[in-house]
């Protein structure tokens, strides 16, 4: 009966480090993307703002994804690319909600 030595070694720190780190993560992400929203809010009617700075916002969104991911190129862009995609979608939120109001107002 003694033929099977299974040695079972349960490293229950490791798991809890590695939750908090993911739960303080995505509670940071979840904030970058609040701070955007309440950003886009309030640049309703300063459309021609967001369409000058729309180059220095990309390389701004480059530099936070190289500070956040580790130095692998495919996680920077692939990152890069979740952001750019986020500041997209806030432009076009950003156009019809103008648009919108604009016509609610006429």
Not at 60 to 69: A, F
Request: charged share 15%.
């Amino acid at each position: 009966l003694n033929f099977v030595n299974i040695f079972l070694e349960l490293r229950v720190e490791k798991y809890l480090e590695m939750y908090y780190k993911i739960y303080y993560l995505n509670i940071f992400v979840l904030q970058l993307v609040l701070v955007f929203f309440v950003f886009v809010d309030s640049l309703t009617n300063k459309i021609v703002f967001v369409k000058k700075t729309r180059k220095p916002t990309y390389f701004l969104l480059i530099i936070v994804s190289t500070c956040i991911t580790p130095p692998d190129v495919l996680s920077q862009l692939t990152l890069f690319g979740f952001l750019f995609c986020f500041f997209e979608i806030g432009i076009i939120i950003l156009i019809l909600k103008r648009n919108f109001f604009n016509l609610a107002n006429s």
